[in-house]
Each structure stands twice: as C-alpha cells, then as structure tokens.
C-alpha cells in the first residue's frame, strides 16, 4: 500500500496553518529522541519554522509536480551527509515528524485515521528513500 497524495495534500494545508505547533512538536520529541542532535537545530522559533517549512514544501513540490521522491531523498541526503546521521538519529527525525503530525492535525478535519495512516505511509517511504540515498553516498 502507498500514501495518497491528494490527502496527503489536504493534511500539509492544516499543517502550515499550524506550523508553530508542528515546528514545537517535532523539534521537542527530537530533542528527546535524540538529544545529541539538539546542537545541529539551536535556532530561534522563527528559523526552525523557516527549515521545517523548507522541508516540506520542498517535499511537497516535488510529489505535486509528478517528481520521484527519491530523486529529492538523494538531494536532502546529499546537503546532509556531512553530518554523519546514525540509524538511530534518523529514526528518531522520523518517529519526530510522525509525531508533529499528529500532534498538529488533532481536533480538526484532517485527524482522522485515515488521514494519519496516510501521513506514516508517506514519511516511512520518504525515509526510506533517505536512507537508500544515504547508503549510495556512503559507498
């Protein structure tokens, strides 16, 4: 099973709408997750929105304009590989993301369970890509 990116289109409408939400939820569960990582994402509020909003409006692009998805997997992995993520950063950049999602769609239109299968279908394939990108670059 894939994601849908027409609802997939509808859920990243609420987002940006919430992004402050979704700028605070992803950035508090990744420092969680991962506290090493907290050093690479020291920016105000303003600039964390500013590159959470890069990424997904990049990746959104990308999907809308009938681009492959890895073809932007192996750009971001390629501006990223310097840093030298472990599996268990990127696992926890995507359990972050997940959970921002849902943290900013509750209580409205897009929180369904619909909608949030969509979204972890769509960020596991994304990172799933990442991390292929990754491993070609590696080698």
Do not use: C
């Amino acid at each position: 099973m894939t994601y849908n990116f027409h609802m997939l289109g509808e859920a990243l409408k609420t987002i940006f709408l919430k992004k402050a939400k979704f700028r605070t939820a992803f950035y508090t569960k990744l420092s969680e997750l991962a506290p090493e990582l907290d050093v690479f994402f020291a920016h105000s509020n303003v600039q964390q929105t500013e590159m959470v909003e890069k990424f997904m409006a990049r990746l959104i692009q990308t999907a809308a304009g009938g681009q492959s998805i890895d073809a932007f997997a192996r750009e971001f992995a390629s501006s990223h590989s310097r840093f030298q993520f472990t599996p268990a950063q990127l696992a926890a950049a995507q359990d972050a993301l997940l959970h921002a999602y849902d943290r900013a769609v509750e209580g409205t239109l897009v929180g369904t369970p619909e909608m949030h299968a969509n979204w972890h279908m769509f960020v596991e394939f994304v990172f799933m890509e990442f991390r292929a990108a990754l491993r070609q670059i590696d080698t």
